[in-house]
């Protein structure tokens, strides 16, 4: 199946600072974008998601955009806590229904 | 309301036996994906289900990996003959394929341990 490339795979940050997770997909029919957070030891959980026909979306301190043309979206977190600190997984979803997931990103939000 | 749930939750068995894991979606979703996670590692998809249409299988790492689901209902995913390197979570999830979100909501996973 078709992959998606998401980029840091760790990235750190200061409390406070603002953080970027990038993904980049191939198949242009691809619809659907959810972003899952996972803390340690637990299930995933969806936490925003955009459809192709929306260019951002933004929910409190968390946002995403998408760049259909660059075949791009991406995750914005503004004055990160503490409590941020988790791996980030981006997703697709293509050919109808079937979903694949970027490689995660572990963030560390340091107080 | 009731999530989706997974059983069971921890299994450790020995090389060469076979395991049997069990997924219990959502009442009314008609998708059901099984991914497998290794330690410290991302979201490898193995098998999905839609409704009555064929499975997609195409995540399935070898003939040893199995999966069935009776209508909308509960799924198995079945290992043969387990190696070592099966050692992983298996998360199972469903969504609704309303249209209007392809959510996907997860279970507690399965950890299972191969010896």
């Known amino acids: 199946g078709e992959n998606v490339e998401q980029h840091p795979s760790t990235l750190s940050v200061q409390e406070g600072d603002s953080a970027v997770i990038k993904c980049t997909y191939s198949?242009?029919?691809?619809?659907?974008f959810p972003w899952y957070k996972q803390e340690l030891g637990k299930r995933p959980q969806l936490i925003i998601d955009?459809?192709?026909?929306?260019g951002e979306k933004k929910d409190q301190r968390i946002a995403v955009t998408l760049n259909k043309t660059a075949k791009h979206f991406s995750l914005h977190i503004t004055e990160t806590q503490p409590e941020d600190s988790a791996v980030y997984f981006c997703?697709?979803?293509?050919?109808?229904?079937?979903?694949?997931f970027g490689a995660g990103t572990r963030l560390t939000v340091k107080p | 309301g009731a999530g989706v749930s997974q059983s069971p939750s921890n299994k450790v068995t020995e090389k060469g036996k076979d395991v049997e894991l069990r997924c219990d979606p959502i009442?009314?979703?008609?998708?059901l994906y099984w991914y497998r996670q290794r330690l410290g590692q991302g979201l490898e998809f193995l098998i999905y289900?839609?409704?009555?249409?064929?499975?997609?299988k195409s995540g399935l790492p070898s003939d040893r990996f199995s999966a069935e689901r009776t209508g909308e209902s509960v799924s198995t995913l079945t290992i043969q003959r387990t190696q070592q390197e099966d050692s992983a979570v298996y998360l199972c999830?469903?969504?609704?394929?309303?249209?209007?979100?392809?959510?996907?909501?997860f279970g507690p996973g399965t950890r299972l341990t191969v010896l």
């Open positions: 999830a469903s969504s609704s394929d309303s249209g209007s979100s392809n959510e996907q909501f």
């Open positions: 198949d242009s029919a691809s619809n659907y």
């Open positions: 955009i459809r192709s026909n929306v």
């Open positions: 997703a697709e979803i293509y050919n109808n229904n079937d979903m694949r």
């Open positions: 009442s009314g979703h008609t998708a």
């Open positions: 289900f839609q409704g009555n249409s064929a499975p997609d």
